[in-house]
């Protein structure tokens, strides 16, 4: 499993802290960001739906090491939210959420309302075909259109040199990589590794719902893979036998209830039969009401 990644605290701390400045406004946002284009500085964005935790101040931290500028938003955005998933509920502890990015050192965070990016007779959408249609995408229809709308939105508002997203959400980071792609947005896209909680349990704005004898039967998603990650390393080469590794572990877990295990490939998320090539090993699985979802990214020596 990867482990925490750590700063570049050397360059990190050669730079001035600022007070972190809000804005909800596109039109102070965009000139923001422009005058410190003037000035030439780099700027990184890490885009968020709020409940700030571990992971996202990772990506914080490494978007600090990257550039003389951050900017962060928090949107909780509710395009990428199913008739019947937890937009209502989705936990929103803003002033918390400010102390920690202000903490991290963001320059700039940006709140957009959901009348900012969806205006009246707004009817624009984003596909992205194929990567989008498996596994979440095939769990939960229309979510990741959800997703690259509002990230494309985002995109043309910040204008940044760097997107920072993370491993955990590895999925959506290849999504929209190729969105960018496909679309020629001049921005590079990286990939801060999956941030997990001392048992393992990767970190996640949704592990605010779970108890303590639920977070208890969680930690499955990622000993699962632990053990996926072992078969790997001792040659298996089966991915019907590294799925069959992951769910025999699940049993140990009687709460924790399996929506998919798939082995696909990295790149073009389609299922392999054998690994040939780097992978993804996914798994998602609900623990009372909430769904959770881990994931290991490995390629042959």
Same mark, same amino acid.
């Given at each position: 499993?990867?482990?925490?990644?750590?700063?570049?605290?050397?360059?990190?701390?050669?730079?001035?802290?600022?007070?972190?400045?809000?804005?909800?406004?596109?039109?102070?946002?965009?000139?923001?960001?422009?005058?410190?284009?003037?000035?030439?500085?780099?700027?990184?964005?890490?885009?968020?739906?709020?409940?700030?935790?571990? #992971?996202?101040?990772?990506?914080?931290?490494?978007?600090?090491?990257?550039?003389?500028?951050?900017?962060?938003?928090?949107?909780?955005?509710?395009?990428?939210? !199913?008739?019947?998933?937890?937009?209502?509920?989705?936990?929103?502890?803003?002033?918390?959420?400010?102390?920690?990015?202000?903490?991290? #050192?963001?320059?700039?965070?940006?709140?957009?309302?959901?009348?900012?990016?969806?205006?009246?007779?707004?009817?624009?959408?984003?596909?992205?075909?194929?990567?989008?249609?498996?596994?979440?995408?095939?769990?939960?229809?229309?979510?990741?259109?959800?997703?690259?709308?509002?990230?494309?939105?985002?995109?043309?508002?910040?204008?940044?040199?760097?997107?920072?997203? !993370?491993?955990?959400?590895?999925?959506?980071?290849?999504?929209?990589?190729?969105?960018?792609?496909?679309?020629?947005?001049?921005?590079?896209?990286?990939?801060?590794?999956?941030?997990?909680?001392? #048992?393992?349990?990767?970190?996640?704005?949704?592990?605010?719902?779970?108890?303590?004898?639920?977070?208890?039967?969680?930690?499955?998603?990622?000993? !699962?893979?632990?053990?996926?990650?072992?078969?790997?390393?001792? #040659?298996?080469?089966?991915?019907?036998?590294?799925? !069959?590794?992951?769910?025999?572990?699940?049993?140990?877990?009687?709460?924790?209830?399996?929506?998919?295990?798939?082995?696909?490939?990295?790149?073009?998320?389609?299922?392999?039969?054998?690994?040939?090539?780097?992978?993804?090993?996914?798994?998602?699985?609900?623990?009372?009401?909430?769904?959770?979802?881990?994931?290991?990214?490995?390629?042959?020596?």
């Amino acid at each position: 499993m990867t482990a925490r990644p750590a700063p570049d605290a050397g360059r990190e701390a050669s730079w001035p802290r600022h007070r972190m400045r809000r804005e909800r406004e596109i039109a102070i946002v965009r000139r923001v960001v422009g005058g410190w284009k003037r000035l030439g500085h780099r700027v990184a964005f890490v885009p968020t739906m709020g409940a700030i935790h571990e #992971g996202h101040l990772g990506l914080v931290r490494r978007a600090r090491a990257s550039a003389e500028r951050v900017v962060a938003s928090i949107f909780v955005n509710p395009l990428q939210f !199913g008739p019947q998933e937890d937009y209502k509920r989705y936990p929103r502890p803003r002033a918390r959420d400010h102390a920690l990015l202000a903490g991290a #050192g963001v320059d700039l965070l940006w709140e957009p309302r959901a009348q900012d990016l969806y205006p009246p007779g707004e009817c624009t959408r984003v596909r992205v075909t194929g990567l989008g249609d498996v596994l979440e995408g095939g769990s939960r229809p229309g979510h990741f259109e959800g997703v690259a709308t509002v990230v494309l939105k985002l995109l043309h508002v910040v204008e940044p040199h760097l997107l920072w997203m !993370g491993q955990k959400d590895a999925q959506q980071a290849r999504l929209v990589e190729q969105m960018c792609r496909d679309l020629h947005l001049p921005v590079t896209v990286r990939r801060g590794a999956t941030v997990r909680e001392p #048992g393992g349990l990767a970190c996640s704005s949704r592990n605010l719902y779970l108890d303590l004898a639920q977070r208890a039967q969680a930690v499955g998603l990622s000993r !699962g893979l632990a053990s996926a990650l072992r078969a790997l390393r001792d #040659g298996e080469r089966s991915a019907a036998r590294i799925i !069959g590794v992951v769910r025999r572990v699940w049993r140990e877990y009687p709460d924790l209830v399996p929506d998919y295990v798939s082995v696909v490939d990295a790149h073009t998320f389609q299922p392999v039969r054998r690994v040939q090539s780097r992978v993804l090993v996914a798994v998602a699985a609900r623990v009372g009401k909430t769904r959770l979802i881990d994931n290991l990214e490995w390629g042959p020596p």
